[in-house]
Nanobody, 124 residues
């Protein structure tokens, strides 16, 4: 399966963006999905994850209450709705797929399929 992330852009603080991750060459319903980001001069970090059936989600503390991850297995997509964006959310955002157990969801080493990244810039 291949992943493509899109939907990034430049927005002002407080605005919203919706990132989408589309799969091709396979189906996503056998994968847990995650969104990661890498800000300027920073290491890549876990942002959000969602279970195979969409019933369970996980977020890093800095985005809780602002970001929502969702998926549509019929459409082979996984989205990240980002509200109340802050300058510190500026980063290259990646979607990724993993078959790892839920308890290791935040560890990028276990993700074998990655999208190409989409840039999000939050600035006034």
């Amino acid at each position: 399966v291949q992943l493509q992330a899109f939907g990034g852009g430049w927005v002002q603080p407080g605005a919203s963006l919706r990132l989408s991750c589309a799969a091709s060459g396979g189906t996503l319903n056998s994968y847990n999905m995650g969104w990661f980001r890498q800000g300027p001069g920073k290491e890549r970090e876990f942002v959000a994850g969602i279970s195979r059936n969409g019933g369970t989600t996980k977020y890093t503390d800095s985005v809780k209450g602002r970001f929502t991850i969702s998926r549509n297995n019929a459409k082979n997509t996984a989205d990240l709705q980002m509200n109340s964006l802050k300058p510190e959310d500026t980063a290259l955002y990646y979607c990724a797929a993993t078959t790892v157990v839920w308890g290791r969801l935040t560890e990028e080493v276990f993700y074998k399929v990655w999208g190409q990244g989409t840039q999000v810039t939050v600035s006034s």
